[in-house]
């Protein structure tokens, strides 16, 4: 590149002559690459690349604060539903529902089988009406039924009996057991003098041992959510 203040040759990239220190005309200097576009491409670029970050910053905490909400608004009404259920009521008009059959037979199971009444979430029962409503209930927890069970007028026996005082009681005879009171008391509308274990028409278990048996078995249901395998009286 030669000076054209003192004709010296200088480097094709020289920005000022070598010789008298003159500034080379910009035009004239092929040989040097400008830093410039490059440099206006790195700022551009850089720049997009933080306003995207930012963009996605803001993004997700829109998205994070929608999140929180939904799940601050949701829990206390799935909470308010599943703990402020009000347990189904029991009257002589509708029935005493399945559910609530456990929680007479631990009442039972507290105070003995030895009373004539017991009141229950403000309704009297005599032992007949406990004996038949235990026993209606088995059977139906046993196969998945719900309902209410009617609160009817049962005589008592004319002769309660039993030769069994102690033993263990499977499953499958204790839930024939619950059939058959229900359908004695049903059709005769009285409570049976005594039951058979495993035939029927033994007199094995008397109405109070019946009684008791039942209880035990619902209150082990309400504790542990499952019918034992079997129980043993008294």
């Given at each position: 590149m030669k000076c054209e203040n003192c004709g010296y040759d200088n480097h094709a990239d020289a920005a000022f002559c070598e010789q008298c220190g003159a500034k080379l005309p910009e035009k004239a200097a092929f040989g040097r690459k400008s830093t410039q576009p490059e440099k206006e491409e790195s700022k551009n670029i850089n720049t997009a690349l933080i306003v995207a970050i930012?963009?996605?910053?803001?993004?997700?905490?829109?998205?994070?604060?929608?999140?929180?909400?939904?799940?601050?608004?949701?829990t206390p009404a799935n909470t308010t539903n599943t703990t402020t259920l009000a347990p189904e009521t029991i009257s002589l008009a509708t029935g005493f529902p399945v559910s609530q059959v456990p929680g007479l037979a631990s009442e039972?199971?507290?105070?003995?089988?030895?009373f004539s009444t017991i009141?229950?979430?403000g309704v009297t029962l005599d032992k007949n009406q406990c004996l038949y409503i235990l026993a209606k209930g088995l059977t139906m927890i046993s196969t998945g039924q719900t309902?209410?069970?009617?609160i009817n007028q049962y005589?008592?026996?004319?002769?309660?009996?039993g030769t069994v005082t102690s033993a263990t009681i499977a499953q499958a005879d204790y839930l024939s057991m619950a059939q058959r009171t229900c359908t004695w008391m049903d059709n005769s509308g009285q409570t049976p003098n005594y039951i058979g274990i495993t035939v029927s028409g033994q007199p094995d278990l008397s109405p109070d041992s019946m009684l008791n048996m039942y209880a035990k078995v619902l209150t082990q249901y309400k504790s542990t959510g499952q019918l034992p395998a079997s129980v043993t009286i008294p």
């Open positions: 930012v963009a996605l910053v803001v993004i997700l905490g829109i998205m994070g604060g929608i999140l929180l909400k939904m799940g601050s608004s949701s039972i199971s507290r105070v003995g089988v030895g009141t229950y979430q309902g209410n069970i009617p005589k008592s026996p004319d002769n309660a009996y």
